[in-house]
């Protein structure tokens, strides 16, 4: 027996090196074995749920919750017109007072780590930019350092612009914005940080947990890391800062991966006997994909979403595969995917499974009418430049999966055919769960 635990959950997609999915790859080894395979989640994939719409996979469904727990109430908040307190609203911080008294816990979620989003200057208006890549540094307040997500780039904190010396201004709230402010308000209060920063050193993450399981943390502030699959029996209210990121992204799975976050973060409260409480901020409480989740729940999010999906001709219901290409110079890396892309369009065909002694990978045949292949690009990655190296990415999209490989046999043969310039490095990722 095989058990992937939280099948939707994107860890399980290598996204560095050998781009595999973990998840599938426990499928295809069951398959192999002969053996069965349950693919777990509150939440499941759009791509399961899928297969389950084939007849490919069964669907078992837990009707209840683990011992004598209920769901928890879930309202959404309007923050149209209301003061917010480093993102936290008044109703909200009082929930969270409310919850101290009772000695019961709370979790935060917050989709930034780091103390402020970005750093301006008052005078010239100038934001910090990390000088590697095309994104904008983030202060952490606890070391007093400037940190690139992207790059790992680290500095000390500047006092002033360095273009003009004016003084800056650090907007927008991550992790430790918010855990500071709560400290203000609540000093007696038992508050902790559940991100990437706080529990990177051997042994945190465990500590942090036994803690939390333990009713030492009154309020725990944290990124995804908080919507995971844990138990934490005195959880009675769990919120999520800013729910509105995932309504108007212009990436297609953002709405599926919405419904799943605020579904697990609202799973984590009220899983003992008390009951639990969700709160979701937002600037948009009549958004149809949020009203629908909450009064239907994540299965009729799903067949929604599945349905403009396959209106659209998007994933599940076509294949995709992302070439990238990075170099020194922009020129090379997009050179090189012009080249693939063009050797794509000639290949618009119909794969023929090869007959001869050795297997083949399969032929290539044009034929008019065939199982369509678009390809898309090359166009900049969203952030472009990163570590000093500029990204390109080659999207190709088939109805039928034996046509995408088909054709990325042929790009994968004439990449191996060719001397690339100094620096250039590419990689084929297929099905990929993110498109920067």
């Not at 683990?66 to 149209?80: M, N």
């Not at 465990?206 to 009154?218: H, K, S, V, Y």
């Not at 009203?291 to 999906?309: F, H, I, K, N, P």
């Not at 083949?360 to 898309?376: H, K, N």
Request: hydrophobic share 40%; proline share 5%; with cysteine.
């Amino acid at each position: 027996l095989i058990v992937v635990d939280e099948e939707h959950d994107l860890s399980y997609k290598q996204q560095e090196g050998l781009r595999y999915s973990a998840r599938d790859l426990g499928v295809f080894r069951a398959r192999q074995m002969g053996i069965p395979i349950v693919l777990g989640s509150a939440t499941p994939s759009l791509e399961s749920l899928h297969n389950v719409a084939r007849g490919r996979y069964g669907l078992l469904r837990l009707a209840e919750r683990a011992g004598e727990a209920v769901a928890p109430s879930v309202e959404l908040l309007d923050l149209r017109g209301r003061n917010l307190r480093e993102g936290l609203c008044e109703p909200l911080i009082d929930a969270l007072e409310r919850t101290i008294e009772a000695g019961e816990q709370s979790i935060l979620f917050v989709n930034r780590r780091g103390f402020a989003n970005v750093l301006l200057c008052r005078r010239c208006a100038a934001p910090l930019e990390c000088p590697r890549c095309d994104a904008r540094l983030v202060y952490h307040r606890f070391d007093h350092k400037l940190r690139c997500h992207h790059c790992a780039l680290e500095r000390p904190m500047l006092d002033t612009c360095p273009q003009c010396q004016g003084p800056l201004l650090a907007l927008g709230q991550g992790t430790q914005r918010v855990v500071e402010y709560l400290h203000e308000r609540f000093p007696t209060a038992r508050i902790e940080r559940f991100d990437r920063d706080s529990v990177g050193r051997v042994g945190a993450l465990d500590a942090l947990l036994t803690r939390m399981r333990g009713a030492e943390i009154d309020v725990l502030v944290g990124t995804q890391m908080v919507a995971k699959g844990h138990d934490f029996p005195s959880v009675t209210l769990s919120a999520v800062v800013d729910a509105d990121a995932g309504l108007f992204s212009t990436d297609f799975r953002a709405l599926e991966r919405m419904g799943q976050l605020l579904v697990q973060v609202a799973g984590r409260a009220g899983r003992a006997r008390r009951p639990g409480r969700v709160i979701i901020q937002t600037h948009h409480p009549q958004h149809e994909m949020l009203q629908l989740l909450l009064r239907e729940g994540y299965d009729s999010l799903a067949r929604t979403v599945l349905a403009e999906r396959e209106m659209l001709g998007l994933p599940p219901f076509s294949h995709q595969a992302m070439v990238r290409a990075s170099a020194p110079r922009a020129a090379d890396a997009e050179q090189l995917l012009g080249s693939l892309a063009a050797t794509a369009r000639r290949a618009l065909a119909v794969i023929e499974p090869s007959t001869s002694a050795s297997g083949g990978r399969g032929q290539l045949r044009a034929e008019t009418g065939a199982a369509p292949l678009s390809v898309l690009g090359p166009v900049p990655a969203p952030l472009a430049r990163r570590a000093d190296r500029y990204h390109f990415q080659l999207l190709l999209e088939a109805t039928e999966r034996r046509v995408l490989h088909g054709v990325l046999d042929e790009l994968v043969r004439s990449l191996e055919a060719r001397s690339l310039p100094r620096g250039v490095r590419w990689s084929l990722d297929i099905d990929p769960q993110e498109t920067g």
